[in-house]
């Protein structure tokens, strides 16, 4: 099979993008703004911002290469060029994505952080980075940064977004960038210069800083387009926060490409506010997570009636898996049902999807992509090998060479080496395929519970869990045991109504047991308020196993929220 970058998809994805600039060259602000200006449709909305309190700004194509060629010459002035690393740390704020473009204008080197990060993940993420600049608040700067900044003698200059004159080693944002050109005039960025830097959600260990170059943004487009069904009229919404790959992937750069409105909230999670902006904001496609999604059944699909969301055509989920009864919830909720896509940072893009138009199998993650040749390995006495049957499960892998892979984990060759055996890139998850090539997710192979015998993937048990009324959320783990290895052990937060007692946890061993056999059904069920995840969202098994060990203490230093 020919190189995945070869795809006709994708030579035709890259032709479209790379229209306007100089032959060979390809920069992902360019790719994503400059072009739909130079060829005629600057004056559509790209971004519409939803501030907390209500106030809302239109950014036009126009308004945002302005914005960012206006930024890109303040790095410059401040000596910042190509292979410089930028941070940014804020909130969902215009000036962030002025940041995000006007640093790849310059070609410089992107890195978001989530801004509800403590300073210890932010000072780890910026010395392994090397960050020389930082895009902040006062706020975040004062609390956060001050008090680590002795420690990163690389970060050179930090811009205040709303600090009005520059003032304690801050330089004002708006004082900086406002009186600069708002024309840009660069140097050639090539496809394979660097671009973004982000780091792994840090679910299975710490997080790992994988380098993308700026043909990613071929994937980003071809992804948006194929995957999520983008046309120029739709109006699109990704409720990643772009501190997370998804956020910047499918939050800012993927429906630029495609020319769509991006809806912006600054707002965090509330169930009314989620509806009324489907509604009031006309979204036609809407693009979240597993996490959200159940907040959102929680919160009743009641909330969705009174709303006239006819505009929505497509709804998709990515993150982490979605729940059959999730699925078939979006029915209820949007009149349609919820698309699962996989992907990870390593990937930059969209690679397993139920694209538009697909048959939905509740629980699937779907097929790959035309250019993505997957398949379920496992390590045989020949070293890796293909399993061809169906319904085996194995560990995920793909073969390399599409534009948006990632070219390093930063500082850590060779991590990033052990990521590749006989041709393949091995993602570390583990799934099967069924006879018709559908895609189904098993657990990350970390999280894998060997028992008696068996290999029970903790999806499988969470999702027949979240299946029964009383439960909103479901982590399984192996529970170390003398005799079996491991039990299944499953922590259930009880939905808002139902007591955590004994009869509801011994009805829930029995429901499970129903379903899945005793053999692979929780032996041992805790009741909590909730279940720690990442600051991305993620279920963190690890710490579970780590706290039913005793070693709570010294396992939460990897922890992605770490102290505030
Ligand atoms: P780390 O690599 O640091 O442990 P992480 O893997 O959670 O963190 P991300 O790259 O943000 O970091 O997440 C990608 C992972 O999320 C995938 O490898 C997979 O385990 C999980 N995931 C993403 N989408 C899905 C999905 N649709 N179904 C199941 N799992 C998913
Ligand atoms: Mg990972």
Same mark, same amino acid.
């Given at each position: ?435 018709? !090539? @559908? ?6 192979? #970390?999280?894998? $519970?060997?028992? &008696?015998?068996?290999?029970? %993937? *903790? ?37 808002? !109504? @139902? ?6 946890? #011994?009805?829930? $061993?029995?429901? &499970?047991?129903?379903?899945? %056999? *005793? ?46």
């Amino acid at each position: 099979m020919p190189s995945p970058s070869e795809h006709p998809l994708l030579a035709a994805a890259r032709t479209e993008l790379a229209g306007g600039a100089a032959a060979g060259g390809l920069n992902i602000a360019e790719a994503a703004v400059d072009r739909h200006v130079n060829e005629g449709r600057g004056d559509r909305v790209a971004l519409r911002w939803l501030g907390k309190r209500g106030d809302v700004v239109d950014l036009r194509y126009r308004d945002l290469a302005a914005l960012a060629n206006q930024f890109g010459n303040a790095l410059r002035s401040l000596g910042v060029g190509a292979g410089d690393r930028v941070f940014a740390l804020t909130g969902r704020v215009p000036e962030l994505y002025q940041t995000v473009l006007g640093t790849l204008k310059n070609r410089s080197v992107l890195c978001p952080l989530f801004a509800a990060f403590g300073p210890e993940p932010i000072r780890t993420r910026l010395e392994k980075g090397q960050g020389r600049v930082l895009v902040t608040t006062d706020a975040l700067y004062r609390k956060k940064i001050l008090p680590i900044r002795a420690a990163l003698p690389a970060l050179e200059h930090v811009i205040s977004i709303d600090l009005p004159e520059d003032r304690d080693g801050a330089l004002s944002f708006h004082r900086l960038v406002d009186r600069q050109a708002t024309s840009f005039v660069g140097g050639q960025t090539k496809p394979d210069d660097p671009a973004l830097l982000h780091f792994t959600s840090g679910t299975t260990g710490s997080p790992k800083g994988a380098v993308h170059v700026h043909e990613a943004v071929v994937v980003h487009h071809a992804t948006a387009r194929y995957a999520l069904g983008l046309e120029p009229a739709d109006v699109f919404w990704c409720t990643a926060d772009p501190g997370w790959v998804t956020g910047t992937s499918y939050g800012i750069v993927a429906p630029l490409t495609c020319g769509v409105t991006s809806i912006v909230d600054e707002a965090e999670f509330e169930a009314e506010r989620w509806y009324e902006n489907l509604e009031k904001q006309r979204v036609s496609v809407f693009y979240t997570a597993p996490t959200a999604i159940r907040m959102l059944m929680r919160a009743g699909a009641d909330l969705a009636r009174g709303r006239d969301l006819s505009r929505l055509r497509f709804v998709a989920s990515v993150g982490e898996p979605l729940n059959p009864d999730a699925v078939t919830w979006g029915e209820q909720a949007f009149g349609m049902p919820i698309r699962d896509n996989w992907w990870q940072t390593e990937t930059g893009g969209i690679m397993i999807a139920n694209v538009p138009g697909m048959t939905v199998r509740p629980g699937s993650m779907g097929k790959p992509l035309p250019w993505v040749e997957a398949g379920i390995v496992r390590r045989g006495a020949h070293g890796l090998e293909e399993i061809r049957e169906p319904d085996v499960e194995g560990e995920l892998a793909l073969r390399p060479g599409w534009p948006s892979m990632f070219r390093a984990y930063l500082n850590e060759p060779a991590r990033y080496e052990k990521c590749f055996e006989a041709g393949w890139y091995l993602t570390g998850d583990l799934a099967k395929r069924d006879a018709d !090539g @559908y895609y189904w997710f098993v657990g990350r192979a #970390d999280d894998v $519970i060997k028992t &008696a015998g068996h290999l029970i %993937g *903790p999806f499988e048990v969470e999702s027949t869990l979240l299946s029964h009324p009383a439960v909103v959320e479901a982590a399984v783990i192996g529970k170390p045991d003398p005799l079996a290895l491991n039990i299944v052990k499953a922590f259930v937060v009880p939905r808002p !109504g @139902y007591a955590a007692t004994d009869a509801l946890r #011994d009805e829930l $061993i029995g429901f &499970a047991r129903k379903k899945l %056999g *005793p053999a692979v059904a929780p032996r041992e069920i805790a009741f909590v308020e909730s279940v720690p995840k990442t600051r991305s969202g993620k279920v963190m098994r690890r710490l579970l196993r780590a706290r039913e060990l005793g070693l709570e203490e010294g396992d939460t230093s990897t922890l992605e929220g770490g102290p505030e």
